[in-house]
């Protein structure tokens, strides 16, 4: 492009303003066609074709000369295909015509090396007797290819007239032809996506618009050109939209856009008006480019950069728990916030506190810097890194993706299709697609859920791949549980991609997204989090001292072997695996960001996340995610987003919670009984198969467990269906107890 889209932005990038385009640019703008005008002067190169010694030729070509028309003269048909060969530009070719047979050669000639493009035929006759002569003649020339006819008595006055209206009109246009191809060429190559709008419709879109986009050119094409923009943010609205309506202005800056499958990019667009030499325009041009991680902003610590904002509604700042469930350190942050907002707190006190409050904030809190380990050196520096290089927080953007190959896979049975059909709301019924896909709901939601939001693209590999390897995490589910199957799994997917589009929603409005790898790591560890569960909890194995408590120090234990094995399982099948394509630093931070989420799903560690995400000074509006690490803040909301979808059960329709109350209490009677048989310590009384209540139970999980952590999220991110379904389902339980347990007993808790 004539005109390179760079991001050399003034110091507020990506907020510019639709700037009018003086009248003087505009006119001269008018005079600017889509190809150069100025080839230079008589570019045209003339062969003369007539016997030789043929005293006109050497006339023709001397007035050819001195008009400065490069020219020469050939006289046998031999000269005349050598001096063809050696032909790249235009060039007219004045041939004396004195029969049949050298018309004939030379068309043939022409036509047989596909010259017709670059090649003009002009006839040089004698004087015509009569009209009939003349007919036959005109009508083999211009089967012939020939475009125009002199006599030989009026070529010498009027050939070279000829020659540069021939230049002027079908050479030139001939040149614009050829300019728009190699021109079409360059944008259809283009690694920015290029879309061509005319009366508001798109008409074109380049190989890139396509792959950025998710639309083919067929959906595309004849399609209103805010459809495929899909642009939303208030400089969108203020920009790019507006030039539309006032369409003597031009745009570029940064803005938040959707692809075809829903997902969020945030890309640098520049809206271009065509002009014709009219000076009236007729078309628009967008050029856009995905931002890469380097090119964003800095994220801000203000209301609106992904954080917690208090709403009318607010909860209270302490999580309502016993106090013996928040975590010390949460204490003291509180103790903290109190005397830094006492009135006679100096300012510099006030400020040496709340640096004090970050540090405590962070999550590594016996950890020298991560910042401060690459200066140090040898074995330090060895014994400090956590073996990756890369920043397990770092937040990957994902922003080109090369052409992934989609293998045709088997359409899912009609009933399957069926139960999918209302996928994307939080009444899909997992228990019917459970029935309908004979237990293998994971690998239907899986290739749903995926393709949704273009998980090939992001990692890189084929539809079978990513097939593949579902039906490998659904295999090593244990169907004998009665929980913890495939079907949780599922279960939990689902809930993560709708509270990811919801996330998605939220932060948009705030000029935020969720990173392409960032959704891949939420969406893969919802797949992988309980795989291989035994079917019991944590305390069992400790108490058991199963092999897998003394390889994890009794430690997470299910928690690092699903994440462990599920790792193992993928490297293990090369035709499972989706890490495959990915480069060493990407592989590291993604294989880091499941860890994490994974881990993050252990309930003994349950409160200090949500104290973590929830801490709030009372009545001061400031919160743990107004954090200056942005590293941590994104941390702490997508282990919530995990931690919600993992525990969502009773957020679910009636129906749907009550099966999976009793799936969940099925499998802690079993474990109760097993503990009893081998006299080990019960560590769920409750869940006695002949003296359980199964409300009482989930009164408890939710008071204890799942209300203030929904409640939470809800005020971070509003999610009004699940808070609905969760008091009406509270109700239903109550109603089924006469004394509801005490607030202060402690609760039984799912692992």
């Not at 703008?29 to 010694?53: A, C, D, Q």
């Not at 810097?369 to 990756?388: D, I, Q, W």
């Not at 279960?491 to 998605?504: E, F, G, P, S």
């Amino acid at each position: 492009m004539s005109e390179p889209l760079t991001n050399n932005h003034s110091e507020q990038a990506g907020s510019k303003q639709l700037v009018p385009v003086p009248t003087s640019t505009m006119a001269a703008e008018g005079n600017h066609h889509f190809y150069p005008t100025n080839f230079g002067k008589n570019l045209l190169r003339v062969i003369i074709y007539f016997p030789e010694g043929h005293p006109l030729g050497q006339v023709l070509m001397r007035q050819c000369r001195e008009s400065d028309f490069t020219s020469v003269v050939v006289g046998s048909a031999g000269a005349f295909q050598e001096e063809l060969e050696r032909v790249r530009q235009q060039v007219a070719v004045v041939v004396n015509v004195n029969g049949s047979s050298i018309v004939q050669e030379v068309s043939k000639y022409i036509q047989s090396k596909g010259l017709q493009d670059i090649v003009t035929l002009i006839g040089i006759v004698s004087a015509i007797e009569n009209s009939k002569t003349s007919d036959s003649l005109m009508n083999e020339l211009l089967e012939a290819g020939f475009s125009r006819v002199l006599t030989s008595e009026e070529c010498q006055h009027k050939l070279l007239w000829n020659l540069k209206m021939l230049e002027r009109n079908e050479i030139e246009l001939k040149r614009k032809v050829g300019f728009g191809q190699a021109l079409f060429e360059a944008v259809e190559q283009s690694n920015d996506a290029i879309q061509i709008i005319s009366d508001s419709k798109t008409v074109y879109i380049n190989r890139a618009f396509v792959d950025m986009s998710g639309y083919s050119r067929d959906e595309a094409v004849g399609r209103p050109a805010m459809d495929i923009l899909k642009c939303f943010d208030n400089k969108w609205d203020n920009g790019p939209k507006g030039a539309f309506q006032k369409k003597e202005l031009r745009w570029d800056g940064e803005c938040l856009g959707r692809r075809k499958s829903g997902s969020v990019l945030k890309q640098y667009l520049k809206l271009i008006p065509v002009r014709s030499t009219a000076n009236h325009i007729t078309h628009h041009v967008t050029i856009q480019r995905l931002l890469s991680f380097e090119e964003q902003r800095p994220r801000s610590t203000s209301a609106g950069d992904g954080q917690l904002v208090k709403k009318q509604n607010s909860l209270p700042s302490i999580p309502k728990m016993p106090t013996k469930f928040i975590p010390p350190i949460m204490q003291a942050v509180h103790k903290l916030s109190q005397a830094r907002e006492k009135s006679d707190c100096p300012s510099n006190v006030r400020a040496s506190l709340e640096e004090a409050m970050d540090l405590l904030r962070n999550t590594d809190l016996y950890t020298i810097s991560r910042a401060e380990v690459p200066r140090t050196r040898g074995l330090v520096r060895g014994l400090l890194t956590r073996g990756s290089t890369s920043d397990m927080a770092m937040r990957i953007s994902t922003h080109s993706h090369p052409h992934i190959r989609h293998t045709p896979i088997t359409p899912p049975p009609p009933q399957v299709q069926e139960a999918l059909d209302n996928i994307e709301t939080w009444d899909f019924n997992i228990i019917a697609l459970e029935k309908g896909s004979s237990n293998e709901p994971l690998y239907y939601v899986g290739m749903q859920i995926f393709k949704q939001f273009e998980m090939c693209e992001v990692l890189n590999v084929d539809d079978t791949v990513v097939a593949s390897w579902l039906k490998l995490m659904e295999q090593n589910y244990h169907r004998s549980n009665t929980y913890h199957n495939s079907t949780h799994a599922a279960d939990v997917l689902q809930a993560t991609a709708y509270l990811i589009k919801a996330l998605q929603d939220e932060l948009v409005k705030q000029g935020e997204i969720l990173e392409p790898m960032e959704v891949a790591a939420l969406l893969i560890s919802a797949v992988t989090h309980d795989v291989d569960h035994p079917g019991r909890t944590n305390p069992f194995m400790c108490n058991t001292q199963h092999e897998l408590a003394l390889l994890y120090n009794d430690n997470a234990v299910l928690e690092n072997h699903h994440v462990s094995f599920s790792f193992k399982l993928t490297q293990q099948h090369q035709q499972a695996n989706i890490f495959q394509s990915l480069d060493t630093a990407n592989y590291r931070s993604l294989r880091a960001s499941i860890v994490d989420l994974v881990l993050a799903t252990d309930m003994a560690k349950h409160f200090e996340h949500l104290a973590k995400f929830k801490q709030t000074e009372e009545g001061s509006g400031t919160n743990l995610l107004a954090t200056k690490d942005t590293r941590e803040k994104w941390l702490v909301i997508k282990r919530i987003l995990v931690k919600c979808a993992d525990i969502s059960n009773p957020c679910r329709p009636w129906e749907l919670c009550t099966d999976w109350a009793k799936r969940i209490a099925e499998e802690y009677f079993s474990q109760t009984e097993e503990e009893k048989e081998r006299a080990l310590p019960v560590v769920f009384p409750d869940f006695d198969r002949q003296t359980c209540k199964l409300h009482a139970t989930q009164m408890k999980f939710i008071d204890f467990f799942i209300s203030g952590l929904f409640e939470a999220w809800h005020n971070y991110c509003p999610i009004p269906t699940l808070m609905r379904h969760l008091n009406s389902n509270y109700e239903a339980w109550k109603s089924q107890s006469v004394s509801p347990p005490s607030s202060e007993e402690e609760p039984d808790a799912p692992s």
